[in-house]
Every structure is written in C-alpha cells, then in structure tokens.
C-alpha cells in the first residue's frame, strides 16, 4: 500500500491538517470544492468565513445538481 499521495500535499501547512480529515479534504481539493490560499496555505486550523463557507456550498450544489 504505503502512503498516500495527496492532491492537498502541496501546502506548505498540509502537516498541520488533523490525519482524520486529510481524505475528505483532499477530496475536497480534487472536486475544485476547496483551493487553500494563494501563499501556498491552507490554513486548517482556521475558522472558515461566512463567505468561504457559502462558496464551498455554491461548488458542491453545482457538482451535485
């Protein structure tokens, strides 16, 4: 098997994502749901804006519809 490779390794703080959520956040990723930020960051141990909130829900309605 061996380790995973994540779309999402290529931020510069992908460690500090908590083991548990690195699948479902990469996939997030893939899906174009979630990007991180453009310094290279994702920042998870941020709290999410109203606003980044209602974009990740506007992509995902979109890939569900």
Do not use: C, H
Request: glycine share 6%.
């Amino acid at each position: 098997a061996g380790v995973p490779e994540y779309e999402l390794a290529v931020m510069s703080d992908f460690e500090k994502i908590s083991q548990w959520a690195r699948d479902d956040v990469n996939d997030a990723v893939i899906l174009g749901i979630i990007s991180g930020f453009e310094d290279g960051t994702f920042r998870p141990q941020d709290k999410a804006t109203r606003a980044q909130a209602a974009v990740m829900m506007s992509k995902l309605y979109l890939i569900l519809k």
